[in-house]
């Protein structure tokens, strides 16, 4: 960040929370966030040092993401709801004091990186005691029903979750332009067998190893909120236990971290509502499928020259060995 | 003719380098962007094989057969078409991330 904005920041975050002789002691980008961007902040004020993370927006957004007072609300809801996250502190939708709209929140400790996490037998005090936090976790999350005043941007629930994801993939691909005829396959294969609509609830939508910050208690916060939805609960048991979120951890199915049997039986445990795992591995299926959109979309940015970055060019070569799992999936199913 | 080496072993050389000579030389935050170097020289590698074998396929008129349900399970060619993707998805896996196709 420039001197100028550094100042303007402290300025509206002495005015946010009333100490005036609030100083900011040091600023540094955190890792990771293709679509958004975190900072650290280290911020004095009332004799205290507080460690906060400011998170706005990348100079290339996905369309398909919440904007950030979207997101802030999410997280009052969700921290509300005993998920655990990070403490949202204040929202800022003024563009003009750092470029875009931001918010701030406690920082949390703790570990996230996929490839570092599935290879750590000891987090949350071993892979079955993981396995069941996160379960409780989606519990309390899927207890966020709608109608909600303060989610109102999430607009009406679909009146089938499953159909209406099957829609969604078909508008990204027919809109990037690139035919896929396996991810097509994969898709009619999903429209044959969809699973009847549920009572729909808020849907972290990205629910997974590598957005899960942990450590040797458990899950310290979870995180990226931005394409919560309403929908069917399974999709994100189905997203965190997907193969292709298992970071080559496969026989852990719950995300690479934990056995599948222990993340269910928390869950319903925490719900009272029994897993249908023939529901959740639907929502595998059509995991790979939509990360496999989500992977190709990033490459079109590079291509396209919109953002020119050799991460999103490899990233598009995720797609085929996702296609190839997609098939494997169909034949064994 | 044009001067050897050519641009394989140009390429092939050039990711020695980074992995053997660069990638130990780098402070640990360069480590991830000197693998995706070496990465994207290797899917380039296997490309230039690969393109060879690229069949030759309407795979517009394809996907919109597949989403309008005239290859689903029970018509004639549903199991033509199978077999078609399987090929076409393990050549392409082949070149972007061959270690799939090792694993069972």
Same mark, same amino acid.
């Given at each position: 960040? @420039? ?52 998170? @706005? ?64 037998? @000891?987090?949350? =005090? ?12 989606? *519990? ?49 294969? +999903? ?26 208690? =458990? ?9 919560? *939805? ?7 048991? =189905? ?11 496969? =026989? ?9 049997? *222990? ?5 319903? +445990? ?64 | 003719? !044009? ?18 000579? !660069?990638?130990?030389? !780098? ?7 000197? &693998? ?22 309407? !795979? ?8 309008? $349900?005239?290859?689903?399970? $029970? ?23 061959? &270690?799939?196709?090792?694993? $069972?």
């Amino acid at each position: 960040m @420039t001197e100028e904005r550094d100042t303007r920041l402290r300025d509206w975050l002495a005015a946010a929370t009333g100490e005036l002789d609030l100083r900011i002691a040091g600023v540094s980008r955190l890792s990771g966030g293709a679509i958004q961007q975190n900072w650290a902040l280290e911020v004095e004020c009332g004799g205290n040092l507080h460690r906060w993370v400011l998170r @706005t927006d990348s100079p290339a957004v996905l369309a398909v993401s919440l904007p950030r007072a979207a997101e802030f609300a999410l997280l009052r809801a969700a921290h509300d709801a005993g998920v655990t996250v990070p403490q949202p502190l204040f929202l800022c939708e003024d563009p003009d004091i750092i470029g875009a709209p931001f918010f701030v929140m406690r920082r949390v400790e703790g570990q996230a990186q996929g490839h570092r996490v599935v290879k750590d037998a @000891t987090l949350g =005090g071993g892979r079955a005691a993981l396995a069941a936090a996160l379960g409780t976790e989606l *519990a309390r999350i899927h207890r966020i029903r709608p109608p909600r005043e303060d989610l109102a941007f999430l607009g009406d629930p679909p009146a089938d979750a499953a159909l209406a994801a099957i829609a969604a993939m078909r508008a990204r691909l027919d809109a990037a332009g690139t035919p896929r005829p396996v991810l097509e396959w994969g898709l009619r294969a +999903a429209e044959l067998s969809a699973p009847p609509p549920v009572p729909p609830v808020l849907v972290h939508n990205d629910f997974r190893t590598g957005n899960l910050m942990l450590d040797a208690s =458990g899950v310290t916060a979870v995180l990226d909120w931005e394409f919560a *939805a309403w929908g069917d609960g399974h999709a994100d048991l =189905g997203w965190l236990c997907a193969k292709c979120w298992r970071f080559g951890n496969i =026989g852990q199915e719950a995300g690479g971290l934990g056995p599948r049997a *222990a993340l269910y039986a928390a869950y319903e +445990a925490e719900s009272g509502a029994p897993v249908e795992d023939a529901r959740v591995r639907w929502w595998e299926l059509m995991a790979h499928i939509r990360w496999a959109v989500i992977a190709a979309d990033q490459a079109a940015r590079h291509i396209s020259g919109q953002e020119r970055s050799l991460e999103l060019a490899l990233t598009g070569h995720i797609v085929p060995e996702l296609e190839w799992e997609i098939l494997n999936m169909l034949e064994e199913g | 003719m !044009l001067e050897k080496p050519d641009g394989t072993d140009l390429l092939v050389t050039a990711r020695q380098v980074v992995l053997n000579e !660069l990638l130990p030389a !780098l402070p640990p935050e360069k480590a991830f962007a000197a &693998r995706m170097v070496a990465s994207a020289i290797a899917i380039a590698l296997r490309e230039q094989e690969a393109s060879a074998f690229v069949p030759e396929m309407d !795979l517009a008129s394809l996907a919109r057969e597949i989403r309008a $349900g005239e290859h689903d399970p $029970g018509t004639p060619r549903h199991p033509e078409v199978a077999m078609l993707l399987r090929q076409y998805a393990r050549l392409r896996a082949a070149v972007s991330a061959p &270690r799939v196709l090792r694993q $069972g």
